[in-house]
């Protein structure tokens, strides 16, 4: 069914002030503003109550405006653009008022009730009956017709009901529609900031479980470094005791050479002595320290091996292979992994010194 707009001298006019309408239509009730008008932080308009409407979907335990808890705002989703408006402990009646959508309604409601443009002007008309208005709906076809199409065209075996009827229904059925994909919209958007919420959190945790881990092997460190520095120790006690000996033992050679060498050098200058019996004055002495100097017994030599330090070698393969096994326990909670630690430390202090004991 075609059909044109009637009175077309006043087309033009007609057609801006449907502009104008489409302009002042709440996105929530489908309705013109009604004031007061409030506008959001992205520049979109809506009614106060429509917007109250939409604010107490998305924070239901928000306390009223007449109630007395103070509460501390909340956040709801602009309908037209998804944008996210924060509130503070006002609600909707700390948005801002749009005096100028209020005065373009006043002014548009003042030009729509001048004869001129009055609605039976604005009426659509039949195409086939260019006199007749389009005033019934044809539920057969879908399509809105003339009462002469219904009675001699071609919706004359067709059923049809009157066009502000139709009209009421299906615009109630798009607003319940808006009003559940609006909810909808919410919803996910609850979904999505609930997601975000379990992003953010194992970013926490996995922070949290780097910084455990970080603490679990600095503390194998630390005992590696303790364990490492109580095993030098033990080596540079031996070594220290055997250099005692040795040169204990260079410095009894020493001297023994020293004095054998001065009883050598005394017993040639006697031998070179000319007269006879001058130099059995002497010799006698001289053949008996000889004698003594030459029975003289030194300590033994340290024994084969002994600069070996072999002793003091450190298997830690084992341990290596230990380590390698370090795995992460699902099941375990990071306080029962504190006291694994303590535990641990505890022991790995107590050993060394039982090794001590038991060492060289």
Same mark, same amino acid.
């Given at each position: 069914?075609?059909?044109?707009?009637?009175?077309?001298?006043?087309?033009?006019?007609?057609?801006?002030?449907?502009?104008?309408?489409?302009?002042?239509?709440?996105?929530?009730?489908?309705?013109?503003?009604?004031?007061?008008?409030?506008?959001?932080?992205?520049?979109?308009?809506?009614?106060?109550?429509?917007?109250?409407?939409?604010?107490?979907?998305?924070?239901?335990?928000?306390?009223?405006?007449?109630?007395?808890?103070?509460?501390?705002?909340?956040?709801?989703?602009?309908?037209?653009?998804?944008?996210?408006?924060?509130?503070?402990?006002?609600? @909707?009646? =700390?948005?801002?008022?749009?005096?100028? #959508?209020?005065?373009?309604?006043? +002014? *548009? $409601?003042?030009?729509? %009730?001048?004869?001129?443009?009055?609605?039976?002007?604005?009426?659509?008309?039949?195409?086939?009956?260019?006199?007749?208005?389009?005033?019934?709906?044809?539920?057969?076809?879908?399509?809105?017709?003339?009462?002469?199409?219904? @009675?001699? =065209?071609?919706?004359?075996?067709?059923? #049809?009901?009157?066009?502000?009827? +139709? *009209? $009421?229904?299906?615009? %109630?059925?798009?607003?319940?529609?808006?009003?559940?994909?609006?909810?909808?919209?919410?919803?996910?958007?609850?979904?999505?900031?609930?997601?975000?919420?379990?992003?953010?959190?194992?970013?926490?945790?996995?922070?949290?479980?780097?910084?455990?881990?970080?603490?679990?092997?600095?503390?194998?460190?630390?005992?590696?470094?303790?364990?490492?520095?109580?095993?030098?120790?033990?080596?540079?006690?031996?070594?220290?005791?055997?250099?005692?000996?040795?040169?204990?033992?260079?410095?009894?050679?020493?001297?023994?050479?020293?004095?054998?060498?001065?009883?050598?050098?005394?017993?040639?200058?006697?031998?070179?002595?000319?007269?006879?019996?001058?130099?059995?004055?002497?010799?006698?002495?001289?053949?008996?320290?000889?004698?003594?100097?030459?029975?003289?017994?030194?300590?033994?030599?340290?024994?084969?091996?002994?600069?070996?330090?072999?002793?003091?070698?450190?298997?830690?393969?084992?341990?290596?292979?230990?380590?390698?096994?370090?795995?992460?326990?699902?099941?375990?909670?990071?306080?029962?992994?504190?006291?694994?630690?303590?535990?641990?430390?505890?022991?790995?202090?107590?050993?060394?010194?039982?090794?001590?004991?038991?060492?060289?």
């Amino acid at each position: 069914m075609n059909f044109a707009v009637g009175f077309k001298p006043l087309l033009g006019d007609a057609h801006s002030m449907d502009n104008l309408e489409k302009q002042l239509i709440c996105p929530i009730c489908l309705e013109m503003f009604s004031k007061p008008v409030v506008i959001l932080p992205c520049q979109h308009n809506l009614c106060r109550k429509c917007a109250n409407d939409v604010f107490q979907a998305s924070n239901p335990l928000w306390q009223s405006r007449g109630s007395t808890t103070v509460s501390s705002g909340g956040r709801f989703r602009c309908p037209s653009c998804r944008h996210e408006v924060v509130l503070d402990r006002h609600g @909707v009646y =700390g948005l801002q008022r749009n005096l100028l #959508v209020e005065n373009i309604i006043d +002014i *548009y $409601k003042q030009e729509s %009730s001048r004869p001129l443009h009055s609605k039976a002007e604005q009426h659509l008309m039949c195409e086939e009956h260019e006199e007749e208005k389009i005033n019934i709906y044809c539920l057969s076809c879908e399509v809105p017709t003339c009462s002469l199409c219904k @009675v001699f =065209g071609a919706h004359k075996d067709c059923e #049809v009901a009157p066009l502000p009827t +139709i *009209y $009421k229904r299906q615009k %109630s059925e798009l607003s319940d529609g808006i009003a559940m994909l609006v909810a909808g919209n919410d919803r996910v958007q609850a979904v999505i900031t609930q997601m975000e919420e379990v992003c953010q959190t194992i970013e926490d945790n996995s922070r949290r479980q780097k910084q455990l881990l970080n603490q679990r092997f600095e503390s194998l460190c630390a005992v590696l470094e303790e364990r490492k520095g109580e095993l030098l120790q033990a080596l540079a006690r031996e070594q220290e005791q055997k250099l005692q000996r040795v040169r204990g033992l260079i410095r009894q050679y020493g001297d023994h050479l020293e004095a054998s060498s001065k009883l050598v050098e005394s017993a040639i200058q006697s031998m070179e002595e000319p007269q006879m019996a001058l130099y059995l004055q002497q010799a006698k002495e001289l053949i008996n320290k000889v004698g003594a100097m030459s029975k003289v017994e030194l300590a033994g030599r340290p024994e084969p091996g002994y600069e070996s330090m072999e002793q003091f070698t450190v298997s830690v393969e084992h341990v290596a292979e230990m380590l390698r096994t370090i795995d992460f326990q699902p099941g375990a909670s990071g306080e029962e992994e504190d006291e694994e630690v303590a535990l641990d430390g505890d022991e790995g202090s107590a050993g060394p010194e039982e090794e001590r004991l038991d060492g060289p």
